[in-house]
């Protein structure tokens, strides 16, 4: 197959076969029931309110909390958003846990101490599932967070066969594993962990050209064919993926819905803060990488596009590690 660039048009996404998904909000806990409290860790326990240019931030270890970001803007463009990526430990998956937690709660308390958001959105299916519960046990600021949309693309296949394409590490965790328990009981789901996706679409929003084939590798065992069904569903159970939306749908061997959480988790901050009052964005968002560059070009250019105002202003992070 012939290389192209990474990221397709605007106009080419909007052609995806993508399905949102209902409201997911991350914040179930371990010793929870999946089945009631899915919503609690994708939403945080607090009463909504109406907030006119309220200050967003966005995390994830690198640039797929983009896809989110991206969603969010839109539902709020009158908002002042910081994007923050831990790319310094990037990817978060290969963490120890322990690790992870320490990592990320000095982080968010640095970030919100400087930034002071009026709301965070955990972009990170990894990040959301191990370190949510802690940030929002000690920190007062309400949190949106991410879990793989196993619920609704479960109701949506026709077929009954649903795959979820995550990193290594989301589709080995219990977590996971306890949403296909309690939502998929008449679906059969295929767990793809894919070793390589999240970089690949990591290195193509830096202006990397990547081959076809390393794509089509990847998202290959999600496509099977049983003979009396195959499957219809794909849920993209990291927030990287969509990056790569217009290539995983020319890349597959028949066209399936691919579950994008990212518009539910819009509308879930929408819920909680309410709509925007105006459309004008108070200030170009701030754009902060841990380990202290600056966003490539093609980045700058992405964030364009989504008709945020132009430019994007830069600042310097170097938590402890």
């Avoid at 970001?69 to 846990?97: K, L, Q, S």
């Avoid at 998929?184 to 929003?205: H, K, P, Y």
């Avoid at 065992?221 to 003979?227: A, I, Q």
């Avoid at 009052?277 to 380990?291: K, Q």
Wanted: charged share 20%; hydrophobic share 45%; glycine share 6%.
């Amino acid at each position: 197959m012939a290389q192209r660039a990474a990221l397709g048009s605007e106009r080419e996404y909007a052609r995806l076969p993508f399905v949102a998904g209902p409201k997911l909000v991350p914040g179930l806990q371990p010793t929870q029931s999946p089945s009631r409290d899915h919503e609690s860790l994708f939403s945080p326990p607090m009463t909504p309110r109406t907030l006119e240019n309220p200050t967003i931030l966005v995390f994830d270890s690198g640039l797929g909390g983009l896809s989110v970001f991206r969603e969010v803007a839109r539902a709020r463009p009158d908002a002042r958003f910081v994007y923050a990526a831990d790319d310094a430990f990037f990817p978060y998956g290969a963490i120890p846990e322990e690790r992870l937690i320490a990592r990320a709660g000095d982080l968010m308390e640095r970030l919100i101490a400087t930034h002071r958001p009026d709301l965070v959105v955990i972009a990170c299916n990894t990040a959301s599932t191990i370190v949510l519960p802690s940030l929002r046990a000690k920190l007062s600021v309400p949190f949106v967070g991410t879990v793989p949309a196993i619920k609704p693309a479960c109701a949506a296949s026709k077929t009954k066969r649903v795959s979820v394409l995550g990193t290594e590490a989301t589709v080995k965790r219990e977590y996971t594993k306890a949403l296909i328990r309690a939502f998929a009981a008449d679906c059969q789901v295929t767990l793809v962990g894919s070793a390589r996706l999240a970089s690949l679409a990591e290195a193509a929003l830096g202006g990397e050209t990547i081959a076809d084939e390393d794509i089509a590798a990847e998202i290959a065992p999600c496509f099977v064919n049983d003979n009396d069904a195959r499957t219809d569903t794909v849920v993209l159970a990291c927030t990287h993926y969509p990056l790569l939306g217009d290539r995983l749908a020319r890349l597959s061997p028949w066209p399936v819905n691919f579950i994008d959480p990212a518009p539910a988790i819009a509308r879930r901050v929408v819920d909680l803060i309410g709509p925007a009052r105006n459309g004008h964005a108070p200030a170009p968002p701030d754009v902060i990488f841990s380990s202290g560059r600056t966003p490539p070009p093609a980045v700058r250019a992405w964030l364009d596009g989504i008709r945020r105002p132009a430019g994007v202003s830069t600042q310097e992070l170097h938590p402890p590690r």
